[in-house]
């Protein structure tokens, strides 16, 4: 057991590390801006649930302006952080992660997106922070949006919105995560071992739209089980299938398993935007993207029932196995 202390943090037995994931050289990357971008996304998507998206068009500075003004309230007094901690599950979060026990090396925002100003009901929003949001989050959506549509196109779906509309709703779930993995205190730090930032899991949503700093940490299980490490890239994205998605396309794209290890030398800083339907929306396969006669491998279920059964489960469990068929 490693436990672990510093004055910001308070001190929670950290999970020991898990074995060292071993460096990727093969994450697949998708380029926007090339023809056939859509059918690259299939294949990345049924192959690792995952990639690495470059000709995105989001200016570098962009996301460096979020990322200045999520670290600048991380830096802030931990009883200013605090004051953040607003109701369960959104707001501040520090190493507990969801409600049933989960721990990581990490401290975290997280805030629903409605409307243009997801940080509109929270006490630290400074406006700044709120700009460099909103900007953030409006190019992000239009970006998910463009790799939805092109992943319809890519899997011949007759309706290229097919996606894009069950997460661009009025009523429609998105969630954004600010992460900050700390840099160890001393002695920790000269240990030279990491600890586990966030647990592995998949993402319940249809898509998660992943940015982090030049830090490294973030790793995905591959189909044989084995993990490793994705190289980061601050100047692009990083595409994750979760759930949702999976079940969608009754499991021909997949939810890839997931997890970051704080390496305790460079802080790393990630924003995630979940992109999730509407509560009360059906979660099956969809008619255009199963072959005649092809069965559904999933029982009926809504958003707001999955979200449900998702709460009561530990962040490493099979959430989707208790729906299948
Ligand atoms: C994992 C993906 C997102 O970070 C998240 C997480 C959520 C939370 O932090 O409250 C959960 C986790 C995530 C799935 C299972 C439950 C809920 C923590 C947890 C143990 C915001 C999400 O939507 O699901």
Partial sequence: MVASTSPALE???????????????????????????????????????FFKLTGHGIPLHLMQ??????????????????????????????????????????????????????FSRAPMAASSFRSALAEYLRRVKELARE???????????????????????EQSEGII???????????EKQLDRSLTGFGEHTDPQVISVLRSNDSAGLQIALKDGSWVSVPPDHQSFFIIVGD??????????????????????????????????????KIAPLGEVMEEGEQSKYREFTWNQYKKAACRTRLGDDRLGQFEK
């Fill in 11 to 49: 001190p929670i037995p950290l999970l020991p590390p898990p074995e060292a994931g071993t460096h990727f050289p093969g994450v697949p990357v998708v380029d926007l801006s090339h023809p056939g971008a859509g059918e690259s996304i299939v294949a990345a998507c049924q192959d690792f649930g």
């Fill in 65 to 118: 302006r979020l990322e200045s003004a999520t670290l600048e309230f991380f830096h802030s007094p931990q009883a200013e952080k605090e004051k953040a901690n607003t109701a369960d599950p959104f707001g501040y979060g520090n190493k507990r992660i969801g409600p049933n026990g989960d721990v990581g090396w990490l401290e975290y925002l997280l805030f629903p997106v409605a409307g243009d100003d997801p």
């Fill in 147 to 169: 790799v939805l549509e092109l992943m319809a196109e890519g899997l011949n779906c007759k309706e290229r919105k097919i996606f894009s509309n069950l997460v661009m709703g």
């Fill in 177 to 187: 995560r600010l992460n900050h993995y700390p840099e160890f205190p001393q002695p």
């Fill in 244 to 281: 949702s998605l999976q079940v969608l396309t009754n499991g021909r794209l997949r939810s890839v398993r997931h997890r970051v290890m704080a390496n305790g030398v460079k802080c790393r800083v990630s924003m995630i935007y979940f992109l999730g339907v509407a509560p009360g929306e």
